[in-house]
Nanobody, 123 residues
Framework: VQLQASGGGLVQAGASLRLSCAASGRTFSSYAMGWFRQAPGKDREFVAAITGGYRITYYADSVKGRFTISRDNAKNTVYPQMNSLKPEDTAVYYC?????????????????WGQGTLVTVSS
């Protein structure tokens, strides 16, 4: 499967942004999806994940209550809606896919990665 992330940009603190990750292939609903981010000089960190069929979600504590992950299996797309953005949310955001059931919070568990989209939050 190929993943294409989009929607990043420059916003002010407190603003909202919705990213998208479009996937190729015909079995998108069979993939668990995740979002990660990587700030300059830091390791890639987990943001949110969602299962394929039942759409069970899981969030990092740092974004819980501000970010919402959802997916549209008919459009082969997963969306993180990011609200109340903070400067510390500034990072390159990556989507990832794993052909499995469940939520997976570590990067090594994923099989496919998108190219990343930059989100910059100014104070």
């Amino acid at each position: 499967v190929q993943l294409q992330a989009s929607g990043g940009g420059l916003v002010q603190a407190g603003a909202s942004l919705r990213l998208s990750c479009a996937a190729s292939g015909r079995t998108f609903s069979s993939y668990a999806m995740g979002w990660f981010r990587q700030a300059p000089g830091k390791d890639r960190e987990f943001v949110a994940a969602i299962t394929g069929g039942y759409r069970i979600t899981y969030y990092a504590d740092s974004v819980k209550g501000r970010f919402t992950i959802s997916r549209d299996n008919a459009k082969n797309t997963v969306y993180p809606q990011m609200n109340s953005l903070k400067p510390e949310d500034t990072a390159v955001y990556y989507c990832a896919a794993k052909y499995s059931v469940g939520v997976f919070p570590t990067p090594n568990e994923y099989d496919y990665w998108g190219q990343g989209t930059l989100v910059t939050v100014s104070s």
